[in-house]
């Protein structure tokens, strides 16, 4: 979130921030109620020190001072009994502005997003039509979607067999790449209070979420391990020296969310997956270097998978509320829909938005609090990865090869193939 002062002395450059955004947020009703609020506050605090001076007041008898007393506290419940849904108002609104914006981020939703870079891998010609991934994990026996559906429901699945196998080998290269950029290596609950989802930017109980809730609990279903790795620094005063401070999270992520179509059938968009997330806690003047160095992790990751890519500054209108700059990985998937590129990574810069929310703070070198700055970046999404894997690798005789620098995960194995 961004200081309510700031908002206050910079109303044109904030609604301009929200409109480049294309958000829905009512910033005028924030700015009336922020208002109302401080002059209620400033009563209020004008009534306490009446109060206070009433009662040291020696010159007042005993009946005079009760007296006062009584209606210093009248004035102030009546006080408290305005403020308390004004204060409710202004937070709920105040939760949904969005973080400010880099000035070099394409203007527009997501079709603005700008092509910036490409993997090392060119798209390959294949010489023989290529399948999604759908059937050639089926025929391999990698993934069994209705045992997933018929146990979970629809958006559920079975990794089986060579599936399973190649889960975890993913998981642990990935894991590898990001520990010798210096993350260390943590495994997260898969469930997170209701404050640490919101602090992180995520709406654990609106009607836009697309987390799963425990009933009846202020725990949720994690929609990435990004939400407890910035927890864990919640209400924490950090020393700059031990910063940055680099985490490299696996856990389960849910999703609620379910699309339907040729792009996100079998294992593209699903309710559960495996994922490793990068977060970095640092200063502000770390950031930026921290940014690209996620992006450059990420790019070695699918380098190393030999799977072709394109690197996108995301547009502002696609941007999450945290993030103040964004790239995306896509992989080009030849069995999706004919050939499309699909998201396998994304990076976030989110300035100090999280970390006040958080109260994610360090000592600076001259002893002051400073908020901290937070950034995110995927290490390795299982799922997303191995459809682009599949799909590459893919040989004519519906086998898959096994790119190199997977081989020792997989006690190498060079291809996944039908079993005789």
């Not at 990794?159 to 943590?186: C, K, N, Q, S, W």
């Not at 709406?203 to 994690?222: A, H, K, M």
């Not at 209400?235 to 969310?257: N, T």
């Not at 997977?406 to 005789?420: A, D, H, N, Q």
Request: charged fraction near 25%; glycine fraction near 8%.
């Amino acid at each position: 979130m961004l200081d309510r002062r700031f908002l206050l002395e910079n109303q044109e450059l904030v609604r301009a921030n929200i409109a480049r955004r294309e958000m829905n947020v009512d910033f005028d009703r924030f700015v009336a109620l922020e208002n109302e609020r401080r002059e209620l506050q400033r009563k209020l605090e004008e009534v306490r020190a009446r109060a206070n001076s009433i009662a040291k007041n020696r010159d007042m008898s005993v009946e005079d001072k009760r007296a006062a007393g009584t209606a210093a506290r009248i004035e102030e419940n009546e006080i408290n009994e305005l403020l308390q849904p004004l204060e409710a108002e202004a937070h709920s609104i105040y939760l949904t502005i969005p973080n400010l914006t880099f000035e070099g981020s394409p203007n527009g939703c997501e079709d603005a997003s700008a092509e910036i870079d490409f993997g090392k891998t060119p798209k390959r010609d294949f010489g023989f039509e290529p399948k999604d991934h759908v059937a050639l994990m089926e025929n391999l026996k990698m993934v069994n979607l209705t045992a997933g559906a018929k146990v979970s429901g629809s958006g559920f699945y079975f990794l089986t067999g060579p599936g399973a196998l190649l889960e975890l080998a993913l998981t642990r290269y990935g894991l590898d790449i990001a520990m010798e950029y210096g993350f260390e290596p943590v495994l997260s609950p898969d469930l997170a209070r209701d404050s640490l989802m919101q602090g992180a930017g995520f709406v654990p109980r609106g009607n836009e979420s697309n987390t799963y809730r425990i009933e009846d609990s202020d725990l949720n279903l994690i929609a990435t391990s990004e939400i407890t790795l910035v927890g864990m620094a919640a209400d924490e005063v950090l020393e700059e020296k031990s910063l940055p401070v680099k985490l490299a999270g696996i856990s389960h992520c849910f999703r609620s969310e379910r699309a339907h179509g040729s792009l996100t059938r079998g294992i593209y968009r699903v309710h559960q997956f495996t994922k490793t997330e990068m977060v970095v806690v640092c200063t502000a003047e770390q950031a930026e270097e921290q940014h690209m160095a996620l992006r450059a992790i990420e790019q070695k990751v699918f380098d190393g998978l030999e799977i072709p890519y394109r690197v996108l500054e995301i547009a502002t209108g696609d941007l999450g509320a945290s993030a103040y700059r964004k790239f995306d990985l896509e992989a080009w998937m030849p069995g999706r829909n004919g050939g499309s590129w699909g998201e396998i990574t994304s990076t976030s810069n989110c300035t100090d938005f999280q970390a006040r929310r958080l109260n994610i703070r360090y000592k600076d070198k001259t002893g002051k609090l400073q908020f901290a700055y937070t950034l995110n970046g995927t290490a390795l999404s299982v799922c997303r990865a191995m459809i682009a894997l599949v799909e590459n690798h893919q040989q004519a005789d519906g086998s898959i090869r096994i790119p190199a620098a997977l081989r020792p995960y997989m006690s190498g194995l060079e291809f996944i193939s039908v079993s005789k």
